[in-house]
């Protein structure tokens, strides 16, 4: 079945410093999504990326496709404590409605 | 702003007992889903929902699980004879469209198999 891998499953950093989370697929995607997911909370929708190679920002946040439509990353700039949580990677296959998560970075901040 | 809204939050049931989870989706949204995770990993896929009737499902979703939309607005998801593997929080989500659209996740059911 279709696989979704992400990469590192946790990471620890001082407050100020980057991360970035990195995920592929086995199989090429119609789109990718990100959601974020606080401690004991549901996943948030973050971002979609559609198209081959798209690059998206929100504020410290950089969402990249791949030109292959198989990998994306997620990038922080200077994490913040709010930053926290857990943060997946969903790809959707060219025909379906299934969201395939990958399993997840976990992110912990300290200050 | 609209939220899709899960009964119970918490739900603590004996091995080999039915249980019922209800979903009340975003009411302009015409596509279902439910997913599972396990504590401590990730989102699991188990059905999705569209015009009345299962369009995917997923390994997990055996003949021991079901799906029913009984009026306009409920979405449920039927566990017919638990077991203790079943245990995990159950997300349920919808989205306006199917393909390219965002799927807005509801706040889970906690279900503990004992």
């Known amino acids: 079945g279709q696989q979704v891998m992400q990469i590192p499953q946790y990471q620890h950093v001082q407050e100020g410093e980057d991360f970035t989370t990195y995920c592929n697929s086995s199989t090429t995607l119609s789109n990718i999504q990100w959601y974020k997911q606080r401690p004991g909370g549901h996943p948030v929708f973050l971002i979609q990326?559609?198209?081959?190679?798209e690059v998206k920002k929100q504020k410290r946040l950089t969402f990249q496709f791949g030109e292959a439509k198989k990998n994306s990353s997620l990038h922080i700039t200077a994490t913040q404590t709010t930053d926290v949580g857990t943060y997946f990677c969903a790809g959707r296959l060219e025909y379906g409605n299934k969201l395939v998560f990958g399993a997840g970075t976990i992110l912990r901040v300290k200050s | 702003e609209p939220e899709v809204t899960q009964t119970p939050s918490h739900q603590v049931t004996q091995m080999g007992q039915e249980v019922i989870l209800r979903c009340v989706p975003i009411s302009n949204h015409l596509y279902f889903y439910w997913y599972r995770q396990i504590l401590g990993q990730k989102v699991e896929f188990l059905v999705s929902?569209?015009?009345?009737?299962?369009?995917?499902k997923s390994e997990i979703f055996d003949d021991q699980f079901s799906v029913e939309r009984p009026d306009g607005s409920n979405f449920t998801l039927k566990i017919r004879s638990t077991k203790l593997e079943d245990s995990a929080m159950y997300f349920c989500?919808?989205?306006?469209?199917?393909?390219?659209?965002?799927?807005?996740f509801g706040q889970g059911t906690r279900l503990t198999v004992v």
């Open positions: 989500a919808s989205s306006r469209v199917g393909g390219h659209a965002e799927a807005f």
């Open positions: 990326l559609v198209k081959s190679g």
């Open positions: 929902f569209y015009n009345n009737e299962i369009s995917e």
